[in-house]
Nanobody, 122 residues
Framework: VQLQAYGGGLVQAGGSLRLSCAASGGTFSTYGMGWFRQAPGKEREFVAGISWSGSRSSYEDSVKGRFTISRDNVKNTVYLQMNSLKPEDTAVYYC????????????????WGQGTLVTVSS
């Protein structure tokens, strides 16, 4: 499975970005999908996850109410809509796939994309 994340960039605090992650080479519609991020000098952290059908999602506390994860199983793509961005959201964002199908924060994510940089200026 290959995952290609894109959509990062530079945005001012309070602005919005939409990340996309296109999957190929696997059965996307059966995978749980997640977004993770890693800020400079920090460990990678879970941001959001979505189940195979899109019926369940979960979020890290600091992004609840600001970020929305969604997926399109026809286009084999998962999205992360990020609103009300803050400087502390600055990080490299990665998409990942796991095979239980639930997109749980604690699942063993097997496939990873290359990351896309999000920079939020104050």
């Amino acid at each position: 499975v290959q995952l290609q994340a894109y959509g990062g960039g530079l945005v001012q605090a309070g602005g919005s970005l939409r990340l996309s992650c296109a999957a190929s080479g696997g059965t996307f519609s059966t995978y749980g999908m997640g977004w993770f991020r890693q800020a400079p000098g920090k460990e990678r952290e879970f941001v959001a996850g979505i189940s195979w059908s899109g019926s369940r999602s979960s979020y890290e506390d600091s992004v609840k109410g600001r970020f929305t994860i969604s997926r399109d199983n026809v286009k084999n793509t998962v999205y992360l809509q990020m609103n009300s961005l803050k400087p502390e959201d600055t990080a490299v964002y990665y998409c990942a796939a796991e095979t239980t199908g639930w997109g749980s924060p604690v699942a063993a994510y097997k496939y990873w994309g290359q990351g896309t940089l999000v920079t939020v200026s104050s």
